[in-house]
């Protein structure tokens, strides 16, 4: 909300570096900041903004640089801030994690582990690309923070207190990192789910071999579901429990439903998917 009042909008889900190519579509691999770095002077950390110049200088070029140099740690230090106690990831991702590094087209390797983030922002949409919007015909999701987005507070027509900001996520499904994503023009485990989750898949789902479900959407270590913060700064246990329909979420039905759906239909998302929207303009029930 600080970083509303200053610049009158959240900030974006990943700051995107297009190209003068192919319609200037956003470069895949190339590591760009993501909301969470973006807040840093709102966290009382602007040493952090100033030493990496994130205003002027991409989150790749600074990768670049601080590799050369040899102080990756120290130029991307780990944030208690941004670290659930109740995880065991620890301060930076693990060997063996499926999020475990940055090596875009940076080439750092994959030896250096980054910092943890345990609060992906809420991108929403129970499909939802988070790389839109791409291009101008592609719709964007519906949650606060995707690829590029400028969402304002009177964009939340579905109401501050009725929409997810931030959630959590623990090790078993991957966690996140705090500098962005990897890859901002992916939608799966190394892109955008950096530092982004969906409401795609239900509250703490088990992880399956070979799916993202569970890495690209939110879960905790708490018993019986997870906090979010919503977006009128308020903070809720949302419990695993919660209402979600299967129907509206194509990679856990055999329905052939897929999304976009027509989320004005009240039949075609659950309690859950809809807080995770923020303006869908169904009515939400008790939660």
Known sequence: HNYHDTHNVFPPGTVPRRGTANNGRVIANYESYGWAALILPQMEQSNITNQLKISTVTLNEALIAANAAGNLDL?????????????????????????????????????????????????????????????????????????????????????????????????????????????????????????????????????????????????????GGAQFLFCDGSVHFISENIDFNLAGAPERNDQGIDWPADVTNAGAVGIYQKLGMKSDGQVIGEF
């Open 75 to 223: 130029m991307f230090p780990a944030l208690n801030v941004y670290q659930c106690p109740s995880d065991t990831t620890g301060p930076n991702l693990k060997n063996g994690m499926r999020r475990t590094h940055f090596n875009g087209l940076s080439g750092i390797g994959n030896g250096w582990r980054p910092p943890t983030l345990n609060y992906p922002g809420s991108t929403g949409d129970p499909s939802g690309d988070l790389r839109a919007p791409r291009q101008l015909n592609h719709r964007a999701p519906l949650g606060v923070f995707y690829n590029g987005s400028r969402v304002k507070m009177r964009d939340i027509t579905d109401g501050t207190s009725n929409t997810f900001m931030v959630g959590e996520r623990e090790e078993r499904c991957g966690a996140g990192s705090w500098l962005g994503g990897r890859n901002p023009d992916g939608n799966g485990t190394h892109g955008n789910d950096y530092h982004l989750a969906r409401v795609r898949q239900p509250l703490n789902d088990p992880v399956n071999t070979g799916d993202d479900r569970c890495t690209d959407g939110f879960s905790s270590k708490h018993v």
